[in-house]
C-alpha cells in the first residue's frame, strides 16, 4: 500500500485518542519496510529486541546502542512517544554479567552493581526520549506454588533483584513511568501471583507505576471474562495499565498445523469478531489503561512466524502482509467510534 492510499485510512491512534495510546513493536527492518504504515497509524513504540540487555551491552566495557538508536530517532521524527523494553529479563542477557573472568559465578554484591550500573547508562541516554520502561520482565513461575521463576538472577541476587532494578531505574530517571510486564497474565493463577508480587512491591515502598499486560492472546483464548477479572484485579492496586505485546493468533496453543499458506475467510471473521469484542471491553476500562501496545504492525512480520510452530505462518495483526486493514481494523475502529 503507498503512501497516499494510507492516508485515506482513518489512524488508529487518532480514533482512540481520547481513551489511551496505541503503539506498535518495531525494530529497524520493519521501519524500513513499514515506516509509512507505522508513522500514519501509531503513537507509541516499542522496540522489539534492540534495548534487551544482550542487544544492548554484549560486553562489559562495550554497549552497541545503533540500532535502538535508529528507533529512538525514528520516534523522534515522527512525534512518537517510547516505551522502553526491557531491563531485566532471564532471556536475552549476556552472559559475562553473571559471571567473574574466570567463569565463576559473580557475587550479589557484584551482579547489583553491574545491574546499577547498565540502567544508568541506558536509563539515561533515552530519558528524554523514553517515557515508561518494562524494568523487571516475566519473573513469574507459570504454574505450581512457586511465585518466581527459576533463573540466574534468583540464584545470585535472590528475591531482592526486582526491587533493587526499580529502584536503580528511578534513579537513573525520576520522571519515567516503571512497569512490572508479563505474560499468561489473565490465566487466574499466573493472575494471582503477579498481583501477589506487585502488591509486595508496593507495601516495601518500591518505586512501580504500572503493571503490563503483554496479551499474546488467541482467537480462542483467554475468555473475555478472564482478562475482564485481571484488569480489575491489577487496577485495584492503584496502579497505571498498558497492553504492552497484543496480538491475536490464529492458532490454539495446542493446533500445530503447518498446511495453511493463507487465513481462511472464516479464521479472518473469527479474528474481527474477537478484536472487536476486545476492544469493547478494553474501552470499558479506558480509565485505567495508558496505552494498547500491538507486538508487530502488520501480517508481513510478525515473531509468531515460526514460533511456537516451526514453518507456520501466522496473521495475527489488523493488517495484512500488503498492509492493507483487515476487517479486523474496521471493527476495532467502530468499536473507537462508539466511545
Not at 53 to 73: K, M, W
Not at 281 to 288: G, K, N
Amino acid at each position: 500500500m503507498n503512501h497516499l492510499e494510507n492516508k485515506r485510512i482513518p489512524k488508529l491512534s487518532d480514533a482512540f485518542g481520547a481513551a489511551f495510546d496505541i503503539g506498535a513493536a518495531v525494530n529497524p527492518r520493519t521501519i524500513e519496510r513499514a515506516g509509512g504504515l507505522i508513522a500514519h497509524h501509531y503513537n507509541s513504540l516499542t522496540a522489539e529486541n534492540e534495548m534487551k540487555f544482550v542487544s544492548l551491552h554484549p560486553a562489559e566495557e562495550r554497549y552497541t546502542f545503533e540500532a535502538a538508536d535508529r528507533i529512538v530517532a525514528f520516534a523522534r521524527e515522527h512525534g512518537k512517544k517510547m516505551r522502553g523494553h526491557t531491563l531485566v529479563w532471564h532471556n536475552q542477557t549476556s552472559d559475562w554479567l553473571f559471571q567473574e573472568a574466570d567463569g565463576s559465578t559473580v557475587s550479589r554484591e557484584k551482579l547489583f552493581d553491574r545491574l546499577k550500573s547498565h540502567i544508568d547508562t541506558v536509563v539515561s541516554r533515552y530519558k528524554d526520549d523514553i517515557y515508561a520502561w518494562d524494568v523487571v520482565n516475566e519473573v513469574i513461575a507459570d504454574e505450581g506454588s512457586e511465585l518466581l521463576r527459576p533463573s540466574k538472577w534468583l540464584d545470585i541476587g535472590g528475591p531482592e533483584f526486582i526491587a533493587k532494578a526499580f529502584q536503580f531505574a528511578h534513579e537513573a530517571d525520576p520522571n519515567a513511568q516503571l512497569f512490572y510486564n508479563d505474560y499468561n497474565e489473565s490465566d487466574p493463577l499466573k493472575r494471582d501471583k503477579i498481583y501477589a508480587l506487585v502488591k509486595s512491591l508496593l507495601e516495601q515502598g518500591v518505586p512501580i507505576h504500572g503493571i503490563g499486560l503483554q496479551a499474546h492472546w488467541s482467537l480462542y483464548a483467554p475468555a473475555l471474562d478472564e482478562i475482564r477479572a485481571a484488569i480489575e484485579k491489577y487496577a485495584s492496586l492503584g496502579l497505571r495499565l498498558q497492553l504492552t505485546e497484543l496480538d491475536v493468533s490464529m492458532f490454539r496453543h495446542e493446533d500445530k498445523r503447518t498446511d495453511l499458506t493463507a487465513p481462511s475467510e472464516e479464521m479472518l471473521e473469527l479474528q474481527a469478531a474477537r478484536y472487536e469484542a476486545l476492544f469493547q471491553l478494553l474501552l470499558e476500562y479506558r480509565s485505567h489503561i495508558d496505552a494498547v501496545t500491538f507486538w508487530g504492525a502488520a501480517d508481513d512480520y510478525t515473531w509468531l512466524n515460526d514460533f511456537p510452530v516451526r514453518g507456520r505462518k501466522n496473521w495475527p495483526m489488523l493488517f495484512n502482509e500488503r498492509h492493507e486493514p483487515k476487517d479486523s481494523f474496521w471493527r476495532v475502529i467502530k468499536q473507537a467510534s462508539q466511545v
